[in-house]
């Protein structure tokens, strides 16, 4: 999906070389899409492989999409946010941890975020989305970066 915030939006679609944030739930993904990104964009990347038919025959191995994304922008942050979702038993909490870690880069203060969350989920969820979209936040710690070796 295409996200545009401005004070005046042409069309929803993002051109392409002109994208800031690409935020991708699987690495493959984040390959396809590098044509859209900016020089210098941030780039966010769910440890999460979906192999596709080539890959899965055998005819090709997975691709390391590092190297493919490196040639537009060195800010790549690879997150464990599949693997934070299930440690929290709820596999499909990948998209809140993500949300998280794409807050860090966005204006709004994390209050504001939580506020949105409280509001537009049901109170029986709300909870174990709000530690998912903090541990998303985690994710993109200096300590994480150090870690990973990422965003230079």
């Given at each position: 999906?295409?996200v545009?915030f401005?004070e005046?939006?042409?069309?929803?679609?993002?051109p392409?070389?002109?994208?800031?944030?690409?935020?991708?739930?699987e690495?493959l993904?984040a390959a396809r899409?590098?044509?859209?990104?900016k020089?210098d964009?941030?780039?966010i990347?769910?440890r999460y492989r979906?192999?596709?038919p080539?890959v899965?025959?055998?005819?090709e191995?997975y691709?390391?999409?590092v190297?493919?994304i490196?040639?537009?922008?060195?800010?790549?942050l690879?997150?464990?946010?599949?693997?934070?979702a299930e440690?929290?038993?709820?596999?499909?909490g990948v998209?809140?941890?993500?949300?998280?870690?794409?807050?860090?880069f966005?204006e709004?203060?994390?209050?504001?975020?939580?506020?949105?969350i409280n509001?537009?989920?049901?109170?029986?969820?709300r909870?174990?989305?709000i530690?998912?979209?903090?541990?998303?936040r985690q994710l993109?710690?200096?300590?994480?970066?150090?870690?990973?070796?990422g965003?230079?």
């Open positions: 999906s295409h545009r401005s005046r939006v042409a069309s929803p679609l993002i392409y070389g002109k994208c800031d944030i690409l935020l991708s739930f690495e993904e899409y590098v044509r859209y990104l020089k964009a941030v780039v990347i769910n979906l192999a596709p080539s899965i025959s055998g005819q191995p691709p390391d999409v190297p493919i490196r040639e537009k922008t060195r800010n790549i690879m997150v464990e946010g599949s693997a934070v440690e929290m038993g709820n596999a499909r998209n809140i941890i993500l949300l998280g870690v794409l807050s860090t966005l709004p203060p994390e209050s504001v975020w939580i506020d949105a509001t537009m989920l049901k109170e029986k969820i909870a174990v989305n530690e998912g979209f903090k541990r998303g993109n710690s200096p300590v994480m970066h150090n870690v990973q070796g965003m230079s």
